[in-house]
């Protein structure tokens, strides 16, 4: 597999990297090959190129606890039975619909666990500001006021 589907060039064959030194070991990973819709032509009827990879998320030990929580809970919509799946098929080489799912896969971990946006601290308007937007909102009404008619006659 190339360098973009394993992660960073430092990691060993036959895993492939989330984030940081943590990656996914082979053994782990389930693929499954079927015929693929699209361009092809007619060596597209005998050849199987489209790709589903699955991960069984909830049994793994290759991710941190915490992370493995995290994700867990952030993809309960995309589970089945604790495994995620990924497909691939816009390529018509079944070793690129590979690579695209391995690399969706990682993605898709790799933000499952990410941890979460630090929280917002609330700031105060300056009254200064709010002075002034009271001001024009009451210089707006009285030029508004002074469009109705009572005074033309």
Known sequence: MSGSARGSGGSLPGRYTIRGSVSLPEAELMWRFSRSSGPGGQHVNTSDSQVELRFDLAATDALPPVWKERALERLAGRLVDGVVSVRASEHRSQWRNREAAMVRL??????ATAPPPRPRRPT??????NERRLRQKKQRGETKRGRSG???T
């Open 106 to 111: 990682a993605a898709l971990l790799a933000e």
């Open 150 to 152: 009572r005074d033309w």
């Open 124 to 129: 105060r308007i300056p009254r200064g500001i």
